[in-house]
């Protein structure tokens, strides 16, 4: 189990996160969603140990974060960040291998998983390209394999890949893949934690879902069950419609086109009253 207990984060006297808990269960894809600047960027580095809390703890698998060595901690959890920074021509096949540096393995074992990831992120055709020539989606697709290698080897323990906003510079199709495979690897007791912008990608694969706004959680649970219209317009003071799918048993939601006067928050009243939330869908 990864867990988050109560975590706050302060910079100055700005609260960025606060009392924020959060589990992610091996074998299960959690996402988080929120609007911009919600703090949900900052979590997931809280998470992966690369922020400290103002409060709280994380742990993972029953141990604090912090007393993980760092070689130890890389065979656990995974971490795909927004932009990956790589200066230097190395070939998309050595990318991937970076993955491997902590494990140490047997280099039949390490070239076996390779193979496997950039199957799985549709990688495998431009293994020998230099990475530096590689578009912004492909070079997201590589990283997300290198994420994979970390943590793909069987073992008795759980692992854990962080993802933050993983698909942003990818097309439809891509999209659907690597959340596609984010679901497919939860066999191998991976659980799988994902910083999502698309509500509908999210309900779609995700189980759990977190809400957070202004840096708290306001709603969390199984993701169909906290899959709301109230929950969702008070997470993004943003009118929605909310519909069901009946092809793939999932609920989707289409937002309202806001009138041209409508310049604030406060022209989206959230209360539970207001008159927009009582009206029947045509």
Not at 81 to 109: C, D, K, N, Y
Not at 199 to 228: C, I, M, P, S
Not at 246 to 268: G, K, M, V
Request: glycine content about 6%; aromatic content about 8%.
């Amino acid at each position: 189990m990864y867990t988050a207990s109560n975590l706050s984060l302060h910079i100055g006297k700005r609260p960025v996160l606060n009392d924020v808990s959060l589990m992610l269960e091996p074998g299960k894809f959690t996402a988080v969603v929120g609007a911009n600047g919600a703090g949900k960027s900052t979590l997931l580095r809280l998470l992966a140990n690369e922020l400290k809390p103002t409060a709280g703890q994380v742990s993972i698998n029953g141990k604090p974060i912090q007393s993980y060595a760092a070689r130890e901690l890389s065979k656990v959890r995974a971490v795909l960040p927004q932009h990956s920074q790589v200066p230097f021509a190395f070939s998309v096949e050595q990318i991937v291998r970076l993955g491997r540096h902590a494990h140490r393995t047997m280099s039949t074992v390490d070239d076996a998983i390779i193979n496997d990831v950039m199957a799985l992120a549709g990688v495998e055709d431009f293994r020998g390209r230099t990475y530096l020539t590689l578009s912004g989606g492909e070079k997201q697709r590589v990283q997300f394999a290198r994420v994979l290698a970390q943590v793909w080897d069987e073992t008795v323990y759980p692992r854990y890949i962080l993802l933050d906003e993983p698909t942003a510079s990818l097309d439809i199709a891509q999209q659907q893949h690597i959340f596609s495979v984010a679901r497919q690897v939860r066999e191998r007791n991976i659980g799988v934690l994902a910083i999502v912008h698309d509500l509908n990608q999210a309900v779609q694969f995700a189980d759990h879902l977190y809400f957070l706004k202004g840096g708290k959680v306001v709603a969390a649970g199984e993701a169909r069950d906290v899959f709301t219209k109230s929950n969702i317009e008070e997470t993004f003071c943003c009118r929605v419609n909310l519909y069901h799918d009946p092809c793939n048993n999932c609920p989707y939601i289409i937002p309202e086109r806001p009138s041209l006067h409508a310049h604030t928050h406060a022209d989206f009243p959230l209360n539970g009253n207001s008159d927009f939330q009582n009206l029947k869908l045509v």
